[in-house]
C-alpha cells in the first residue's frame, strides 16, 4: 500500500522518502508527483514497483526495532524497580536490626533449608511471607541474591559511614567538643580503643525555649599496635584532626580512665594532647577522671570487699535497693566527682549497718 502525504503542490511516497535508496531517492515520488489528475493509478503502480517494494520493508523493520526497543526499555524499567524494591527491603532491614544492636547472622546460613538462619535472613523470610516479589527473589534460581555477608557487611559499612559524618557534621556545627578514649583487649586479644566526642546541641528551632541538650557520642575503634602515651596520642591526633577534620582551637577537654599512660601529670597522653595542641597561644584542654570510671572502680573495690555476695545481687535481688540506686543516681550530686564514694556510703549506712 502507498501512504501518500502533500502539501500544497507535491504528493510523496511516505515510505520512498524516508527509507528509499538512492536511486528512489532520484524517483518522482520522491521530489514530488504533480500529475493530480493520474494520482490514483500512478500510486497503484508505484505500490508494486520494486522500489517501493524494498522501501516498504525497510519502514517495516524500523517500525519492529522500535517496538523490540520499546519492549526492552519497559523490561528493563521493570528490572530496576524490582531491584530497588529488594535493595530497599534489604538496607531497611540491616538498618533496622543494626539499630536495635542485634547479632545479625547465624551459624548457618542457607535462607530455605535452615530453620534459624539467624536474624537478618530470619526477617528477611518473614518479609518475603508478605511481600511476593521479595519471595519470588528468594526462590528463583538467580545466582545474585544480595543476600550474603559481603553484601550485608558492605550495607552496614554504608550505614555505619553515614551515621558517623552526621554525628561528626553535628558536632562540628556545635564547635566546642570534648574528647573521651578509652581501650581495652577484645577477645582476638587486640587492643582496641574507643574514641567518643562530647559537645552540646542547643535547637534554636524553638525560639523562646531553645532545647539544649549534650551529646556523648562514639565516633570509632581504632586498634592500638603500641601502649604508650605518644602513640596513644598520634592515633587520638590522627583520627579527630586528619580523618574527620575537626578544628583543634575547639577542642576544651579530655577525658579518660586513671591509668598513669593516660592521666599521667608528666608523660601521660592527657599531657601529651596538650603539647601537641600548644600554639603558644595558651590553649587550656584540662583533663578530668571519667566519672564513669570512678564509679566503675568503688564497685570493683566494693564487691572485692564484699566477697560473699557481688554487689550487683545485692542490689539487684531487692527492688528496695534498685529502686534506691537509681534514684541516688539521677540526684543533683552525680555532678560530684566523688558521687560513687557518697553513694555507697550511703547505702551502706543505710542497708549494712
Ligand atoms: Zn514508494
Given at each position: 500500500m502507498v501512504i501518500i502525504f502533500c502539501d500544497k503542490k507535491y504528493a510523496f511516497c511516505y515510505c520512498c522518502w524516508l527509507f528509499g535508496d538512492e536511486s528512489t531517492k532520484r524517483?518522482?515520488?520522491?521530489?514530488?508527483?504533480t500529475d493530480w489528475k493520474h494520482l490514483s493509478k500512478s500510486a497503484k503502480a508505484h505500490g508494486r514497483s520494486k522500489a517501493h517494494l524494498s522501501s516498504a520493508i525497510a519502514a517495516s523493520s524500523f517500525r519492529k526495532k522500535l517496538d523490540i526497543r520499546h519492549k526492552l526499555d519497559n523490561q528493563i524499567t521493570e528490572e530496576a524497580k524490582?531491584?530497588?524494591?529488594?535493595?530497599?527491603?534489604?538496607?531497611?532491614?540491616?538498618?533496622?536490626?543494626s539499630g536495635l544492636g542485634l547479632a545479625l547472622r547465624g551459624h548457618r546460613e542457607n535462607l530455605l533449608e535452615d530453620e534459624?538462619?539467624?536474624?537478618?535472613?530470619?526477617?528477611?523470610?518473614?518479609?518475603?511471607?508478605?511481600?511476593?516479589?521479595?519471595?519470588?527473589?528468594?526462590?528463583?534460581?538467580?545466582?545474585?541474591?544480595?543476600?550474603?555477608?559481603?553484601?550485608?557487611?558492605?550495607?552496614?559499612?554504608?550505614?555505619?559511614?553515614?551515621?558517623?559524618?552526621?554525628?561528626v557534621n553535628e558536632c562540628k556545627s556545635a564547635k566546642f567538643f570534648?574528647?573521651?578514649?578509652?581501650?581495652?583487649?577484645?577477645?582476638?586479644?587486640?587492643d582496641q580503643m574507643a574514641v567518643l566526642v562530647r559537645y552540646v546541641v542547643i535547637n534554636i528551632d524553638i525560639p523562646n525555649s531553645p532545647k539544649v541538650v549534650i551529646k556523648e557520642s562514639f565516633l570509632c575503634f581504632v586498634r592500638l599496635k603500641k601502649g604508650d602515651a605518644?602513640?596513644?596520642?598520634?592515633?587520638?591526633?590522627?583520627?579527630?584532626?586528619e580523618k574527620f577534620?575537626?578544628?583543634?582551637?575547639?577542642?576544651?577537654?579530655?577525658?579518660?580512665?586513671?591509668?598513669?599512660?593516660?592521666?599521667?601529670?608528666?608523660g601521660g597522653v592527657q599531657v601529651k594532647l596538650k603539647e601537641f595542641l600548644d600554639d603558644g597561644d595558651g590553649s587550656f584542654v584540662p583533663y578530668i577522671h571519667c566519672l564513669s570510671h570512678q564509679m566503675n572502680l568503688v564497685l570493683i573495690h566494693a564487691a572485692e570487699k564484699n566477697a560473699s555476695s557481688s554487689i550487683k545481687v545485692?542490689?539487684?535481688?531487692s527492688h528496695r535497693r534498685w529502686e534506691e540506686i537509681l534514684k541516688q543516681s539521677e540526684s543533683s550530686s552525680r555532678t560530684s566527682d566523688d558521687f560513687g564514694i557518697k553513694l555507697l556510703k550511703e547505702l551502706k549506712k543505710k542497708y549494712l549497718v
Open positions: 524517483s518522482v515520488w520522491c521530489t514530488g508527483y524490582k531491584w530497588r524494591t529488594l535493595l530497599n527491603i534489604f538496607s531497611d532491614t540491616v538498618r533496622t536490626l534459624n538462619p539467624g536474624i537478618y535472613l530470619s526477617v528477611i523470610k518473614l518479609i518475603s511471607r508478605h511481600k511476593p516479589i521479595l519471595q519470588a527473589h528468594i526462590e528463583s534460581s538467580e545466582r545474585v541474591k544480595y543476600l550474603s555477608k559481603t553484601i550485608t557487611f558492605e550495607l552496614l559499612d554504608i550505614l555505619a559511614t553515614e551515621t558517623c559524618q552526621a554525628i570534648a574528647l573521651i578514649a578509652d581501650s581495652t583487649t577484645d577477645v582476638a586479644h587486640l605518644t602513640s596513644i596520642c598520634n592515633e587520638i591526633t590522627a583520627i579527630l584532626f577534620n575537626f578544628e583543634k582551637k575547639y577542642l576544651c577537654g579530655q577525658s579518660y580512665d586513671g591509668a598513669p599512660v593516660m592521666s599521667g601529670g608528666s545485692f542490689f539487684a535481688h
